[in-house]
Protein backbone atom coordinates (compact mmCIF):
# COMPACT_ATOMS: atom_id res chain seq x y z
CA UNK A 1 0.00 0.00 0.00
CA UNK A 2 1.56 3.18 -1.18
CA UNK A 3 1.53 6.34 1.76
CA UNK A 4 1.91 9.65 0.35
CA UNK A 5 1.43 11.25 4.02
CA UNK A 6 -0.11 10.60 7.40
CA UNK A 7 -3.10 11.84 8.35
CA UNK A 8 -5.97 10.85 10.85
CA UNK A 9 -8.21 9.18 8.03
CA UNK A 10 -5.52 6.40 7.16
CA UNK A 11 -7.44 3.45 9.05
CA UNK A 12 -10.85 4.60 6.94
CA UNK A 13 -8.92 4.70 3.30
CA UNK A 14 -7.24 1.19 3.84
CA UNK A 15 -10.65 -0.15 4.86
CA UNK A 16 -12.16 1.30 1.35
CA UNK A 17 -9.22 0.04 -0.70
CA UNK A 18 -8.99 -3.42 0.69
CA UNK A 19 -12.87 -3.32 -0.06
CA UNK A 20 -12.27 -2.14 -3.56
CA UNK A 21 -9.13 -4.70 -4.02
CA UNK A 22 -11.89 -7.55 -2.99
CA UNK A 23 -13.98 -6.62 -6.32
CA UNK A 24 -13.93 -8.97 -9.15
CA UNK A 25 -12.82 -7.04 -12.05
CA UNK A 26 -11.32 -3.23 -12.25
CA UNK A 27 -12.01 -0.43 -10.60
CA UNK A 28 -11.95 3.42 -11.43
CA UNK A 29 -11.16 5.61 -8.29
CA UNK A 30 -10.84 9.35 -8.12
CA UNK A 31 -9.77 11.58 -5.00
CA UNK A 32 -10.16 15.34 -4.50
CA UNK A 33 -7.66 16.44 -2.41
CA UNK A 34 -7.61 19.99 -0.90
CA UNK A 35 -5.21 20.49 1.89
CA UNK A 36 -6.73 21.31 5.35
CA UNK A 37 -6.12 25.05 6.40
CA UNK A 38 -5.00 26.38 2.77
CA UNK A 39 -7.94 28.28 1.59
CA UNK A 40 -8.01 28.29 -2.21
CA UNK A 41 -9.17 30.90 -4.67
CA UNK A 42 -12.72 30.72 -6.31
CA UNK A 43 -12.44 29.70 -10.03
CA UNK A 44 -14.50 32.22 -12.29
Same mark, same amino acid.
Given at each position: ?5 ? =?? #? ?8 ? *??? *?? /?????? =????? /? ?5 ? /? #??
Amino acid at each position: MHRWGW =TS #RDGEIDELLR *ALD *AL /PGPVWL =TLHHE /PEGVELE /P #RV
